[in-house]
């Protein structure tokens, strides 16, 4: 029974470029939400974060939308560069507990 | 460098053998997590300390798999009788409080010969 899914495993985009990385989710008591990034060897990095009382989030290059009635978000990085190649995770949190990871999503940023 | 520490970085171990890993949390941080991560997967839950207290575990917390935080500091996470399936990544990671972004440490990495 997986809760966050991610279902595609990998993204290729051109630098510039608009990076468009989804995530569903079925449990909907969860009312937080974040975005990592992993580069290989080294843990996970905070990202971004969305609570559900809203539904966008934006820092920098990087916004989180949220759509609560489809249990979906999306993690938009504009504009796309080489560094932001990496594994990306969403993950999700109900009332403080535990989270949620989803399986990951490998991007690929293309010079 | 005040980030998540975690000792050892890799270990090679026999099966059968126990096993424990340290995990130091940013100063402050009341909240530490414990996760376990294999190949093409996310960060699966094992476990979480609000301070000293455990409040929550995971299924995949076998009973060979005991977490302890003494003094609500750092952390150690033991594997006793450790078996194939354990070989995975062991990754610790701190935060302020409840919903509150997690930060974390580098790993374990745990292989089973």
């Known amino acids: 029974d997986q809760q966050v899914k991610q279902n595609s495993p990998s993204l290729s985009v051109q630098e510039g470029r608009i990076s468009i990385l989804n995530c569903d989710y079925t449990?909907?008591?969860?009312?937080?939400f974040l975005w990592y990034k992993k580069y290989p060897a080294e843990g996970p990095t905070f990202l971004i974060s969305?609570?559900?009382?809203?539904d966008k989030n934006e820092d920098g290059r990087f916004t989180v939308f949220l759509n609560k009635s489809a249990k979906h978000l999306s993690l938009h990085i504009v504009p796309s560069q080489p560094g932001d190649s990496a594994v990306y995770f969403c993950?999700?949190?109900?009332?403080?507990?535990?989270?949620?990871f989803g399986p990951g999503t490998r991007l690929s940023v293309l010079p | 460098d005040t980030g998540v520490s975690q000792n050892p970085r890799h270990k090679i171990t026999k099966r059968g053998q126990n096993v424990t890993f340290r995990c130091d949390p940013i100063s402050e941080h009341n909240r530490l997590y414990w996760y376990r991560q294999t190949l093409g997967q996310g960060p699966e839950f094992l476990t979480y300390?609000?301070?000293?207290?455990?409040?929550?575990k995971s299924r995949l917390l076998s009973d060979r798999f005991s977490a302890e935080r003494p003094k609500g500091s750092f952390s150690t996470l033991e594997i006793q009788r450790t078996e194939q399936g354990d070989s995975a990544m062991y990754l610790c990671a701190s935060s302020p409080s409840a919903n509150q972004p997690q930060h974390f440490g580098d790993g374990t990495r745990l292989s089973i010969l």
């Open positions: 993950a999700a949190s109900a009332y403080g507990q535990n989270f949620v």
């Open positions: 449990n909907s008591m969860f009312d937080y």
């Open positions: 300390f609000q301070n000293e207290a455990q409040l929550e």
């Open positions: 969305i609570s559900s009382i809203k």
